[in-house]
């Protein structure tokens, strides 16, 4: 095993390579050696990111690549990282697409490139450690901190309503946190722990942990996020650049769930278990409600913005239903729609970039235009609706196999989904790739470039991947949810 203290070079790289660019002069000269800069430092965060894969021990379902010492001596609060099968692929899925929205930006982003590069590695550090730490006031501080290069990445960067979207999604983000903050107050004043390992259990009345699960599910329910806390998404995607809209469906949406799983789960069962029948509804609601919006959508990108809230909604049902297939499920749902949201948004990018329009009606016959640009998007989009052999099968199937055990109204609240998505995404793709082209500034539309073609096919290989190879990633979390379950079901026995 390595000895070194891996994780935290992973998580404070991206910061020196931010350190370097802060040095580097900004002008017309200098501008490609700062973005070259942030890519390089991102892309070596992602091959480190990967030792922690090989060197990870599937059969361990405690803490691995632990790093601790002592931060604030007085209270007993430690700077405590470590990682489980469960924040393992959180972390590779965070290193594996900020290099691909550094390079989708290199010609997009034409001012304050500095500051732009400096936001995504700011972002990247925020976002790693927040998966790495394991003691909560650790956790809270990244868990907070990435809202900030991120309203900045919308709030500069992007479109013309950017003020307006970045304000609102600050907002909403920012008071469902506070409820954060006076939870993790309270746990400490009941127990002095602050270590996440530790807490996992039954330390509290049922009466406490239903105030510190609904002060927790205030935040991560906008995070995901679940109806009807969703509003702020959809202006947030079609306002944010498109490496923005990449991470913010790519990754930020995943730090709800994984709240969900480590926080109440892991320490409030009973509470968990009296809101299941809560947690279902929303779900079915919303999966139901904002695929019916997805498909009045005329905006390309909004179409998938609230997609995700639907997809998000089958990870919600998954984790809450507690049993191996459906949180298997939703952590590999969690894991193929970071990528496959991802990829739908580049795709959406690359002809926005084009023809600066992201509305349904201007596209038609872009097959005719661009064969590998549709053969792409085509892929991308069958493992956004679950065909089988890609990523989003995998998922879907193991939650629904999980929610037999609980109720067919989920089962089927849960398969209406997985139909509707399969509704408007095909038919999105009729109206934009099939047909003739009626509108004559696409005859001038150029096919994917070699750029474009190194950011989407490590994208399009891990949708096969997932879906051909499931067992790769399910091995490394299986254990770790068992140890999850078996706390819960024991709790809730009694």
Request: some cysteine.
């Amino acid at each position: 095993m390595i000895s070194w203290p891996l994780l935290s070079v992973i998580i404070f790289l991206p910061l020196f390579g931010a350190l370097i660019i802060l040095l580097i002069k900004e002008d017309e000269n200098t501008s490609s050696n700062i973005r070259w800069a942030a890519l390089w430092t991102s892309l070596g965060v992602f091959f480190l990111s990967l030792l922690l894969w090989v060197q990870f021990d599937y059969s361990n379902s405690t803490y691995q690549f632990e790093e601790k010492f002592k931060w604030f001596e007085d209270i007993n609060i430690y700077y405590h990282v470590g990682i489980d099968g469960i924040s393992l692929f959180m972390i590779i899925l965070s290193t594996f697409l900020t290099p691909l929205c550094i390079l989708s930006s290199w010609r997009c982003i034409k001012f304050r490139v500095k500051e732009y590069m400096l936001a995504f590695l700011f972002l990247e550090t925020f976002m790693i450690g927040m998966f790495a730490s394991i003691d909560i006031l650790l956790f809270y501080i990244f868990f907070e901190a990435v809202l900030i290069p991120m309203y900045i990445i919308i709030g500069i960067w992007g479109g013309e309503r950017r003020i307006y979207a970045s304000f609102k999604f600050f907002l909403y983000t920012l008071l469902g946190s506070v409820l954060m903050l006076i939870a993790i107050i309270v746990i400490y004043k009941l127990t002095g722990l602050m270590s996440i390992e530790l807490l996992q259990g039954n330390y509290f009345q049922k009466n406490t942990q239903i105030f510190l699960w609904i002060a927790f599910f205030a935040s991560f329910a906008v995070k995901i996020p679940m109806w009807p806390f969703h509003t702020w998404l959809p202006d947030a995607h079609v306002e944010a650049p498109t490496a923005g809209s990449v991470i913010l469906a790519g990754v930020l949406l995943k730090m709800g769930g994984y709240g969900f799983i480590r926080f109440s789960l892991g320490m409030l069962p009973e509470a968990s278990a009296y809101f299941m029948p809560l947690i279902m509804t929303l779900s079915i609601i919303a999966i139901i409600y904002t695929s019916l919006v997805a498909l009045a959508q005329t905006d390309i990108k909004k179409l998938i913005a609230y997609s995700s809230v639907a997809h998000m909604g089958i990870v919600t049902i998954g984790i809450f239903l507690v049993n191996q297939q459906a949180l298997e499920g939703a952590m590999i749902q969690m894991i193929s729609h970071g990528i496959v949201s991802a990829a739908l948004f580049l795709c959406v990018g690359v002809i926005y970039d084009r023809m600066h329009s992201r509305e349904i009606s201007f596209y038609s016959g872009l097959v005719n235009k661009m064969p590998i640009y549709s053969t792409v998007f085509m892929i991308v989009l069958l493992g956004s609706v679950g065909l089988p052999g890609t990523s989003g099968f995998i998922g879907e199937f193991l939650v629904i196999v999980g929610a037999f055990k609980y109720s067919s109204i989920v089962v089927i609240g849960a398969a209406s989904g997985i139909l509707l998505s399969a509704v408007y995404m095909l038919y999105l793709y009729k109206r934009v790739f099939f047909g003739i082209i009626n509108n004559e500034k696409l005859n001038s539309i150029l096919d994917l470039s070699i750029r474009e073609k190194i950011i989407l096919i490590p994208l399009v290989l891990a949708v096969l991947l997932i879906g051909l190879l499931p067992n790769l990633f399910i091995e490394p979390m299986s254990r770790s949810l068992e140890l999850i379950i078996i706390n819960y079901e024991i709790v809730n026995a009694k």
